[in-house]
């Protein structure tokens, strides 16, 4: 969710080594700062998001003096430079912090932003056990944890590659997707396509991103989570290129929603759908309120988004949600045979064609993604959903 301040571990520790950190952390970001500065680097906001939450995987203590440097950094990226006054001498622990921003001197936000990001990779890297580093894509421009991202014969691929979590979209991965998107929609490919690695396509939301949340935090909580939601409905509904799911298997919650936003969708026939919305006290999301009736008529609709239905991938092909459906001994050579033939077609074409087919409801689109959000944030606040989500822990414990 929304990143906390860093705070500097070890309250109780001598006013002389905090002094230490904070002199040490002087002498060290200018060197860091010119660096970024003379290669010009500057980090998204998509990728500053997802350094915020990489900083909570870690599982070693990375010690006083590199908190301060991740303090002083994000307050630089996100406030720019330090204008508090500074804390009286006896005030050890935010003398340290204010010191440790103070050096960062007028270094740029987005500057720091890269700083922080460079950072907290390089720290992410020293503490992974090998399973977990970040798989690259072929040109080497950026590193996924929870995707598989190629790109090849005029073919974007990206693959949620979660498969011991039936591909749960967590916080990261929510983040890794935008950024993938982001990439995609900026390179020399003329398609791009979603699939998942494992038996599974998406299960929908990791619903372990609402559990250990203090009372406190959850309003908070829904209003970050909605705000994310946001951003990540938008992102397939501003894609400027064909967008096309590969489902390999069954979809859930957010993952069947948003493929009313996709240009085609192919499936194995041992694929399944289903959107438990009110089953979890929650409400349709992805702009389904607006493309699901469009697409397959108000009634049918309302069974899927009202009463929770579980369809085959047959019937998601009779509503006109799913493009083709495949048998799945040769689903991927079917599919990909046609996406092959698709990808050697003239890109501005198909660009210019989605804009023409896309534009009548682009502005509609992001209007109901906005209410579908704020309508989620009032119901993840809800004793109704909270009581759905513990009911649903519970019973899970007990399989």
Request: proline letters at 5%; aromatic letters at 8%.
């Amino acid at each position: 969710m929304r990143e906390s301040r860093p705070e500097v571990a070890g309250a109780r520790a001598p006013p002389s080594a905090r002094a230490r950190s904070a002199r040490g952390l002087a002498r060290s970001l200018p060197a860091i700062n010119l660096h970024i500065t003379g290669t010009a680097m500057v980090a998204t906001e998509a990728e500053f998001d997802i350094a915020k939450d990489k900083l909570k995987t870690l599982t070693k203590d990375p010690g006083n003096e590199v908190k301060l440097k991740i303090y002083a950094l994000f307050k630089q990226a996100t406030q720019g430079p330090c204008s508090s006054p500074k804390p009286s001498m006896l005030d050890f622990v935010n003398k340290a912090k204010w010191e440790a921003w103070n050096s960062l001197g007028k270094a740029t936000t987005e500057e720091a932003r890269q700083m922080y990001v460079d950072l907290i990779e390089e720290l992410v890297s020293a503490d992974a056990p090998p399973q977990r580093k970040a798989t690259a894509t072929k040109d080497g421009t950026s590193s996924f944890q929870t995707l598989d991202v190629t790109t090849e014969n005029n073919i974007t691929t990206i693959t949620l590659n979660r498969p011991d979590r039936k591909n749960a979209i967590s916080i990261l991965m929510y983040n890794e997707i935008m950024q993938a998107l982001e990439q995609a929609a900026k390179d020399d490919s003329t398609l791009t396509v979603m699939t998942g690695n494992g038996d599974y396509y998406c299960s929908g939301n990791d619903l372990s991103n609402f559990t250990n949340i203090a009372p406190e935090n959850m309003e908070q909580l829904a209003k970050d989570s909605a705000a994310r939601l946001r951003k990540y409905v938008s992102c397939y509904i501003d894609f400027p290129k064909p967008l096309i799911g590969v489902i390999n298997g069954p979809a859930i919650g957010v993952a069947v929603t948003v493929l009313g936003l996709f240009d085609v969708v192919y499936a194995t026939d041992k694929a399944n759908f289903q959107t438990p919305f009110s089953q979890l006290g929650q409400s349709p999301e992805g702009c389904s309120s607006y493309t699901f009736p469009k697409i397959m008529g108000t009634t049918k609709a309302n069974e899927i988004l009202l009463f929770n239905k579980k369809f085959t991938a047959a019937q998601a092909c009779e509503l006109g949600l799913v493009t083709e459906v495949f048998p799945d001994a040769t689903f991927q050579k079917e599919v990909w045979n046609k996406l092959h033939a698709y990808a050697k077609l003239p890109k501005n074409s198909l660009i210019y064609s989605k804009q023409l087919i896309r534009g009548v409801d682009k502005e509609t689109l992001h209007v109901v993604n906005a209410q579908e959000c704020d309508r989620l944030e009032e119901r993840w606040l809800s004793v109704d959903c909270i009581n759905a989500i513990m009911s649903f822990f519970e019973k899970r414990s007990k399989l």
